[in-house]
């Protein structure tokens, strides 16, 4: 026998070519040719004070639940029941605001309409999780009943207490509640005050030129950047991080190592019941308005984004920053149409389209890699 | 070693009408290879799921250590140094060696923070013990061979804690080399002398590689057992076949 043996067989790769093999660098990639070319083509008004502002608050949007959907994803489940939740979610808190609290209990403030509903979503989100692992059905048919169950109790609330579906027209509780200017104020001042100082960030025309234009950012980047950095910790750094991959990976080895692999997929499906919520009250807070068609489609983008950021479908495998990009791209594209007049907003989902397709092959390279082709 | 690691007696164990095991008796000691040997349905897999506490029996008693115990449930044995590696090997092939090692068993620090240096230097000395050196610790499971793999299953057994280590045909499914690969491990282990291994397999010519005290099942019965010296070389193949002679065999096929 020579000293050969098995381990050998594993190349020694450089720093580089591991970068290249993560699962955000497809993302990552994407996303530098976005930026550059959304810069180009908006000649340079996507990235001005105001249009970095309006991008970062859609991205942050895409980000908060997009980061939910994957940390699901990686355990192995869906939930379709994202854009429904945030629809609900908004529709509690606007209506308490409104109307005040249930039971007659008196008038809401911020909190407690945010608090009580923050209890709505993550009993809903709990239920949810239950039904899938008692009865092992599919997650994604689960999650599709209450897509449809939430939406039509969205609606019918809003009828029957509000008679109508639209609530406008709340007081600015913003500019008189701390608590709602967490969700809906703005953040990271000293950025813009900084641009305006270096000379930028300025209005040019009217009666108010030469005044700062932006002063911050929308307060959901803050939120965005909690969670990430949050579920980035979670996953790669913690006991709960392996446990999700565990689960998602297969599910039965996880269990006879005694990973509770149950209570991890529900409490991921109250972790995006709650990024859902936090979605809703940055919206209410923000506009001072409810719609029961808020979060249509969310869900779908959301899972749309996980897998543009190196989600496996079928479990076990993703990564949060790859998540970032992914939200980065479609955020930025989805906007584009307000920088680039000569497109069609549409345009939108021909290119979703296109890059789900694409990431999702990249994605299965990947795994066939790992899995030595099986 | 005055007393084997682990003993059984008369474990019988009955579903609803049907008798899948009717009075075994097994010695386990420690420092030794218990080659468990059977046709399929003899009764091998109830018995290693017996004395994983995933079966209760319904009479008779296991003893560790001289000390009558019951397992309620698969944590029960493993608390008592019951390691089973079952033929699927319980890994995930998309996470690393590290983190398979530890699944469900993880270091952890402050805010349960993963103590992955750590975790990776227990890993790879580990597995480095009983034969495999593996150079990357953070190497995905799916990119391993099959015999690395069983290393992987083993060393994470024993450093869990398991006295008696059972092994469910850890070389079929393997090729030549793999499986060479796979008894090297086993002997390995043998040698360090605290652990009691119970391998179970369908081959002969493995078996008498490595075992020393033999246990043959069929239908639900011990129809031989002994040390290697007991047992001549004839016996055991007979043993195998479940009692029936060779000649018997081939006359069937004739």
């Known amino acids: 026998m020579t000293g050969r043996s098995e381990a050998d067989r594993l190349k020694q790769e450089s720093t580089l070519m591991r970068m290249v093999r993560r699962p955000e660098a497809g993302a990552f990639i994407v996303m530098i040719v976005v930026i550059v070319a959304i810069t180009l083509a908006s000649d340079f008004k996507a990235f001005n004070a105001l249009g970095l502002k309006n991008n970062m608050a859609i991205i942050a949007q895409f980000g908060i639940i997009a980061t939910g959907a994957a940390l699901l994803m990686i355990a192995g489940e869906f939930d379709l029941s994202i854009g429904s939740m945030i629809g609900f979610a908004g529709m509690s808190m606007a209506m308490m605001l409104k109307w005040g609290l249930p039971f007659g209990l008196g008038e809401a403030t911020p909190l407690s309409a945010f608090l009580i509903t923050l209890a709505m979503t993550l009993t809903f989100g709990w239920i949810i999780g239950t ?235 990947i795994r066939k890699r790992i899995t030595g082709g099986i | 070693m005055a007393q084997p690691y682990l003993r059984v007696e008369k474990l019988v164990k009955r579903f609803g009408p049907f008798t899948a095991l009717s009075g075994v008796d097994l010695d386990v000691w420690p420092g030794e290879v218990h080659a468990l040997l059977g046709d399929n349905g003899a009764g091998k897999s109830t018995l290693i799921k017996t004395l994983s506490g995933v079966h209760q029996p319904t009479e008779g008693q296991i003893y560790i250590e001289g000390k009558p115990v019951t397992f309620r449930t698969p944590r029960d044995a493993a608390a008592a140094g019951i390691g089973t590696v079952y033929q699927d090997l319980a890994l995930n092939p998309l996470m690393s060696v590290t983190r398979n090692f530890f699944m469900g068993r993880e270091l952890k620090g402050m805010f349960g923070m993963l103590k992955m240096d750590e975790m990776d230097k227990v890993a790879h000395d580990e597995m480095l013990k009983i034969g495999i050196d593996i150079s990357d610790p953070g190497q995905a499971v799916g990119t391993m061979s099959g015999g690395q793999r069983q290393t992987l299953a083993i ?92 000649e018997d065999l081939a006359q069937m096929l004739a």
Request: net charge neutral; proline share 1%.
């Open chain 2, 155 to 246: 060393a994470r057994a024993i450093h869990f804690g398991a006295k008696v280590l059972i092994l469910d045909e850890p070389t079929s499914a393997l090729g030549q080399k793999q499986q060479m690969e796979v008894l090297r491990t086993i002997k390995t282990v043998r040698e360090r002398g605290d652990i009691a291994i119970i391998f179970i397999t369908h081959n002969e010519i493995h078996s008498k590689l490595i075992a020393d005290r033999f246990t043959f099942l069929s239908l639900g019965e011990v129809i031989g057992a002994g040390t290697k010296e007991e047992l001549a070389g004839d016996d055991i193949r007979r043993l195998m076949a479940g009692g029936a002679e060779i």
């Open chain 1, 131 to 365: 039904i899938v692992v008692r009865s092992g059905l599919s997650s994604f048919i689960v999650t599709l009943a209450f897509l449809f169950f939430l939406r039509g109790l969205t609606e019918v609330c809003f009828r029957l207490i509000n008679q109508s579906t639209q609530i406008s027209g709340l007081p600015d509780f913003k500019e008189t509640s701390w608590f709602a200017d967490l969700f809906g104020g703005e953040v990271f001042g000293w950025f813009y005050d900084l641009w305006f100082l270096l000379g930028g960030n300025a209005v040019t025309r009217g009666s108010r030129a030469g005044e700062q234009l932006v002063t911050g950012f929308d307060a959901r980047l803050l939120w965005w950047i909690i969670i990430a950095g949050l579920a980035y910790f979670i996953l790669s750094r913690t006991q709960i991080g392996n446990w999700i991959f565990a689960t998602g990976d297969n599910k039965e080895a996880a269990r006879a190592n005694g990973v509770p692999v149950n209570q991890v997929k529900i409490g991921l499906f109250m972790t995006t019941a709650f990024c859902a919520t936090i979605f809703a009250a940055c919206q209410v807070f923000d506009t001072n308005t409810a719609d029961a068609a808020k979060g249509n489609l969310k869900e779908l983008e959301a899972i749309a984004i996980a897998v543009v950021g190196g989600t496996l479908m079928t479990g076990g495998f993703g990564s949060v920053i790859g998540v970032v990009f992914g939200a980065v791209t479609f955020g930025l594209v989805a906007n584009a149409v307000f920088y680039i007049p000569w497109i069609d907003g549409s345009f939108y989902r021909v290119f979703v389209g296109v890059v789900l397709l694409a990431a999702v092959f990249a994605n299965e390279r």
